[in-house]
């Protein structure tokens, strides 16, 4: 992708943007642009590097003289000019015979000062900025929120003033929701506030830290990818994860890759060696020809001239032969798979006749094996980052908190064998689509001017294998494009779970930089600790916890026990890894992998993933932000990485429900952002947004009785409001206009299309009356009975199954049984049915029943097409809903029909005439 460059000199009018050579060794930008001026001469020369062939060119500028205007040639003026020329030659030529020599050497220690002088001011550039949207932009926003809320008031204002006296119960309901869903909009709309976009630039990170001939600075990095169970998660799909991070944009030596298998299966690592094989030709043909994406399964995938931006003779031929052996490799990722089905009776068994070690999925002891890099099983590749497979100690005894204890595991580890200052934590199915995106995260973290108060840089999800109508919203562009982006105005985005690069410092809970000190009991706030910091970093591992024992036993408390691992949190590298023996480190390893490792430690409470309510995820960067810490929301144009989503409504609404009972867990927690962190640095507005996250299911409620409103309006002949009133008529249209004029305007600054805004409300109404209902009750029935589970998967926050034929609309959209499709499809009846009855009664009455007739209708109809989503699945086939469900839910509106008819609750007792009306003869 090409980058927004900074001009430079004089020059900046004109500069050209030249493309980024990819050496096959590792990422260089040399299209830098220097200006060298030669002489004093008017005739400015400046001198342009081509980075793709080396060449120097000299530009051609015109010299600004122009021939004045004359009206003869013979004028007296014209002569005095000539002359006044030839003898300035003259002068300029004698002078350059005899100083010639001389001439070009002083033209040649400016040209080295200049191109010096250039280089000092780009390197003291930064490395990113944050870009505020323009005032024509912002402001009308700001102004169109306040509007709204103006609005809202003065329309419940009048709402009160006027109930409904014939059908008090029913006005009453109905206003009861509303201030409900203003609430909900308060919440949601009040940190929209300041959206800001950010600028990267990722050529002056590598000419500051990764120049042609030096070693390279670039921080190192480590990346977890979890997995759990090869079934629901495709070896091929963990295999082309581990691909495109292997052939990522970055000095090899500066990434190891550490994969977590809670499965403990030996397909999963027999997966990774084929891997490590395949790997050794892939990385060097992506970095070669410049391959993006990089993961094989998608590039191979691309309908698109590939030979368009690759003119090299050689490329066609390569790519063929690429594209041969990466089929080759799956089809060996399939015998894998077909060997591994089914477990013997007596267990796996490796190549040396012993017993795997992880038969038993629930008891089995630490495994780890470094399987590329110094050590590794299939040699040290210098070309390739390194692999380490890791499978933590499991048993009956223990709870082992899924996904949150797996990546704790990972830190514990990598902390022992590599130490890079930064995580990147990626699902198993997200592949990085951008092979610079870890130097994009690195021009915010290693930017002197802003990464030390940064815990974590957050890129957003994208997804393959989507439809272009995205019916279910499972792109949830609203939320990446539009809340994120905004957030990132305030303090920054809420961790999602995946995607994002920690600062290793920010999960072992250290304070931010701060001109205040507060001391307490806590690591990062031990006086001693930072005092002797120095000191630890130039001490032998062996005899550190000897020399600072104060130290040591202050981390024991936090960290658990173990040398290497304490210590390691006090420096930046792994110069204690590098110092040891391999043996002694995976000693280190697996003891920091046992199972007890963890008790009476700060781990999952204080440090690294939370335990706990299944929206720990989000509880991590609430944690962060309210310590002092900021977050960073980086979309370059490019996405960073991409992955696979629920494409099925079944899937969808279980994802959704997922995250709605761990919201409600963490709602009702002790960690719940309604009474939690305060005294601390969270900004008021980061902290509605954070409320918002949690409180967000509970709109299910009245939104579920809103839905039925209609129906009731319909059967009994009232009305939610007065036939004509100002909350009907002025104040609810001027509303709609102005978050219609909203909608247009965030669509200008975020790029969200108003179908994909109308699909994620469409949705939220579908996912209000199904998910998020029943997640309701399923999460108070888990904070009622103690019964926590912090993630059904550890590689994804929810549960993500194999995407099927995208060439199949049948397959796109199966609908298998569930229960969440009973309260849904019930709504659509009831309100199908009123509309009917609606009707009929209306043409038994005569002409004036038609008057309050269309309000009725449109506020049905208003229903019916948020549940259009929802109601086209289930008329797309008559197989795609099971029976049961068309059963139950028939068999539930006739009841609510019938019982309603008979009780009429929301109507007066009173049928007699009106007092107002007859007066004293009544």
């Known amino acids: 992708m090409d980058y927004k460059r900074e001009q430079l000199g004089s020059l900046s009018s004109n500069s050209s943007n030249f493309s980024t050579p990819r050496a096959p060794r590792r990422l260089q930008f040399d299209d830098k642009k220097v200006v060298s001026e030669l002489s004093a001469n008017p005739l400015h020369k400046s001198v342009i590097q081509h980075s793709s062939s080396g060449i120097w060119v000299q530009a051609r500028p015109t010299d600004g003289y122009e021939t004045p205007r004359v009206s003869s040639l013979r004028s007296s003026t014209w ?22 020599h001389d001439a070009k050497e002083c033209c040649a220690s400016k040209e080295v000062k200049f191109e010096e002088l250039e280089m000092d001011n780009e390197l003291r550039r930064p490395l990113s900025r944050k870009v505020k949207l323009p005032s024509s932009m912002r402001n009308p926003h700001r102004a169109l929120i306040l509007l709204r809320l103006v609005i809202l008031v003065f329309y419940f204002h009048d709402r009160l003033q006027n109930p409904v006296k014939r059908a008090y119960g029913l006005w009453l309901t109905s206003v009861i929701c509303e201030i409900w869903f203003f609430l909900s909009w308060a919440f949601e709309h009040l940190p929209r506030w300041c959206p800001v976009d950010r600028e990267t630039y990722p050529e002056r990170l590598c000419l500051r830290y990764d120049s042609l001939g030096k070693d390279s600075q670039l921080a190192c990095i480590d990346i977890f990818v979890c997995t759990v169970d090869p079934v629901k998660e495709p070896p091929i799909v963990v295999a082309n994860t581990l691909l495109s991070i292997f052939s990522v944009d970055y000095p090899a030596e500066k990434v190891a890759c550490y994969v977590s298998d809670d499965g403990a299966s030996l397909l999963t690592l027999q997966t990774l060696l084929e891997t490590c094989e395949f790997a050794k030709k892939w990385a060097p043909f992506c970095r070669k020809y410049a391959i993006e994406p990089r993961a094989p399964e998608c590039y191979f995938s691309q309908k698109v001239d590939y030979l368009k931006c690759n003119s090299v003779p050689l490329f066609a031929k390569e790519r063929r032969a690429m594209k041969r052996r ?127 108060t940064i815990c974590y840089v957050q890129f957003p999800q994208r997804f393959d294998g989507l439809d272009a109508n995205d019916r279910y919203s499972s792109h949830n562009t609203v939320f990446y494009d539009i809340t994120l982006k905004c957030l990132d ?3 920054g985005p809420i961790y999602v779970g995946t995607g994002c690069v920690f600062n290793r410092k920010a999960l072992y809970s250290w304070d931010p930089p701060s001109g205040r000190s507060r001391r307490r009991e806590h690591p990062s706030n031990c006086a001693h600790m930072e005092q002797n910091q120095g000191l630890v ?31 390691s949190t006090l420096v930046k590298d792994n110069r204690y890894s590098r110092s040891a023996s391999s043996d002694e480190l995976l000693k280190q390893a697996i003891h920091v992998l046992s199972c007890d490792f963890e008790e009476n430690t700060s781990w999952g409470r204080e440090i690294g993933w939370m335990y706990g309510p299944l929206m720990m995820d989000s509880f991590i960067s609430f944690r962060l932000h309210a310590r002092g810490w900021r977050s960073v929301y980086c979309m370059p144009l490019v996405p960073a990485f991409r992955g696979t989503a629920p494409v099925n409504l079944s899937d969808r609404l279980h994802q959704v429900l997922y995250w709605a009972t761990g919201s409600v867990q963490a709602l009702l927690s002790r960690h719940s952002p309604i009474w939690y962190g305060y005294g601390g640095k969270l900004k008021l507005l980061q902290r509605i947004a954070y409320i918002n996250a949690t409180i967000y299911p509970l709109t299910s409620i009245p939104l579920v009785v809103y839905c039925t409103l209609p129906a009731v309006c319909l059967l009994t002949g009232k009305f939610v409001a007065p036939v004509v009133s100002y909350a009907t008529s002025v104040w609810l249209p001027l509303f709609i206009i102005a978050t219609f004029t909203t909608r247009v305007l965030e669509v200008n600054w975020s790029g969200v299309s108003l179908q994909e805004w109308w699909r994620h409300q469409q949705f939220w109404v579908v996912a209000g009356v199904s998910s998020h209902f029943f997640g309701v009750f399923q999460g108070l029935m888990v ?75 449109f506020f049905a109809s208003f229903v019916i ?52 009306h007859c007066g004293i003869n009544c």
């Open 79 to 100: 002569r005095e000019r000539v002359s006044q020329w030839k003898l300035a030659r003259e002068k300029v030529l004698c002078g350059s015979r005899n100083r010639s």
């Open 326 to 452: 990466y089929e080759e490799f799956k089809v060996h990722i399939n015998d894998l798979v077909t060997q591994y089905k089914s477990m013997p009776s007596d267990g796996w068994t490796m190549k040396d006749g012993t017993p795997w070690p992880g038969n038993n999925t629930d008891n089995h002891p630490a495994m780890i094996q470094v399987l590329m890099g110094p050590g590794g099983q299939n040699g040290y590749d210098k070309e390739l980052p390194q692999l380490i497979y890791v499978s933590r100690e499991k048993s009956p005894a223990f709870q082992h908190y899924r996904k949150s204890g797996a990546l704790n595991a990972l830190v514990r580890v990598s902390a022992i064998l590599t130490n890079g200052p930064y995580i990147l934590n990626l699902d198993c199915n997200h592949y990085i689509n951008n092979s610079k995106a870890l130097l994009e995260a690195m021009c915010f973290m290693m930017d002197h001017d802003a990464s030390e």
């Open 489 to 491: 105005g305030i303090q």
């Open 537 to 567: 970093s130039t001490t032998e591992p062996t005899s550190v916890e000897r020399e600072f024992p104060a130290t040591f036993q202050s981390l024991e408390k936090f960290f658990g026990r173990s040398t290497f691992l304490l210590a």
């Open 783 to 857: 904070v009622i009975t103690r019964k926590y589970s912090n993630s059904s998967s550890s590689s994804s926050t929810g549960e993500k199954k194999n995407l099927p034929d995208s060439g199949t609309r049948m397959k796109l959209y199966a609908l298998n049984w569930t229960w969440l499709f009973i309260m849904p499809t019930t709504l659509v009846f009831i309100n199908l049915l009123g509309m009917v009855a609606g009707v009929t009664v209306a043409l038994k009455n005569g002409y004036l029943s038609w008057k309050t007739l269309f309000s009725k209708l």
């Open 865 to 916: 097409s948020h549940l259009y989503p929802f109601l086209q699945g289930l008329l797309v086939s008559k197989h795609h809903i099971p029976t049961a469900v068309t059963l139950w839910s028939l068999i539930l509106a006739s009841l609510f029909s019938l019982l309603w008819l008979r009780s009429n609750p929301f109507a007066t007792m009173y049928q007699g005439p009106d007092q107002e």
